[in-house]
């Protein structure tokens, strides 16, 4: 007799899945992958691979053999969880350390808790902290490898948020934030190009995976709070246009605060997730030790949606009726 598996209701049958859903997110992401892999040549295509494919064996390996739960297993999710970390790396981190980046996201930060929908925390960007607070060197060494396009051949030196860190605003005066916008080679695999993420971005709003009350949030609070501070001492404290385009905001607003796990139910209640982000941003990058503060401040929210969904609770249905 065949064994089925009864899941609690409603039974709501659809075309869209969880898999088809990261399958969109990673299309999304395809742009911003295929520049990578033009700029940074194979170590941004081995890192990618690595990523993902360790990602889809471990958890695999998990549900099958540690929890007897292969339904847990979801090839495209977990490839998700391995692209994106491998985005907020940069192009020279060593193999060893995608491994064991991919055990704390899927291991730790996912399997542990129960599988797919029960985290707490954002897998990839679980992982990504781990590797930073524990290999610091290998995550904060911004060699870039030659790619397949001529121009760019093992160039090291600080990223453009390590710089405004060191010497304040005055010493990023000259940067063209435009350009930055369009192609910034020399921080993580994910910060190639801002305009493929937003490309990417709209596509997901276009097929309805995402809604964009998180990152506009995001966007807006970081550009108020740092307006505000740039007015008052604009020698020291970076502009708006600077702080939307540099680093991983536009990684992290778009592609890992929106995870449906870790991220509020409702709209008002992404509102607040993304301003809560993008003070905790603007606060660390001021005032931190790190230079850069999206993957910090997107863990330490995804503490608060439990508060969150309850405060913004939806009412059920005939609630106050008599």
Known sequence: MENKIV????HIHTRTSTASLMLDVIIALAPSMALSVLFYGWSALMLLALGAGFCVLLEWAIAKW???KPQLFCPSAAALTGLLLALNMPPSTPWWTVLIGAIVAIGVAKMSFGGMGQNVFNPAITGRVFLLISFPQQLTTWDIPKGFIGGIDAVSGPTVLSQAKLGGAASVADLDLFKTFLLNPGGSLGEISGLALLVGFVY?????VVKPWIPLSIFVTVAVI?????????????????????????????FMATDYVTSPMSDWGGVLFGAGIGLIVMMIR?????????SFSILLMNMTVPLIDRAFHRKKFGYGRA
């Not at 307006?227 to 404290?237: A, D, G, K, R, T």
């Not at 005032?287 to 850069?292: L, N, V």
């Open 7 to 10: 899941s609690p209701n409603p």
């Open 204 to 208: 997901l709003l276009c097929r309805k």
């Open 286 to 294: 001021y005032f931190g030790s790190y230079p850069e503060g999206v």
């Open 226 to 254: 740092s307006s505000i501070f740039h007015l008052c001492n604009p020698e020291l404290y970076t502009g708006p246009v600077f702080n939307l385009v540099a680093g991983g905001l536009i990684l992290g607003a778009c």
């Open 66 to 68: 540690m929890m007897r």
